[in-house]
């Protein structure tokens, strides 16, 4: 029997196989209690194009301190960071992996906020 990490891990399995057939650029999500982290990576999986996440000094200073990086507020903030250093990289489309996280709450916030901010998936 699986437990709950190995179900997730299973979920992201097969999103990725999916989307490896795409050849487009891969926004995954990576969420914790504490922190969210978004990156971009390259069409072949070799290279990080872009990166934001709540652990991020600036961006922590800029949600109140310690401890803030856990709410929709944050994710929202990290999908707006993650879209602009996308673009910045030459990347404008990409396909969303959410690494068998449920498309809900922050995860949804940040996805949200980078199709707002004018990535495309």
Known sequence: MLNKKEQR??????TRIRIATQGVARL???RTNLHIYAQVISEDGSKVLASASTSQADLRKSLGGAGKGANKAAAEQ?????????????????A?????????????ALADAARAAGLQF
């Open 9 to 14: 891990q299973r979920r992201a399995r097969q």
């Open 28 to 30: 995954t999500v990576n």
């Open 78 to 94: 990290v999908g707006k960071l993650i879209a602009e250093r996308a673009k910045a990289a030459g990347v404008e489309k990409v």
């Open 96 to 108: 969303f992996d959410r690494a068998g996280f449920a498309y809900h709450g922050r995860v949804k």
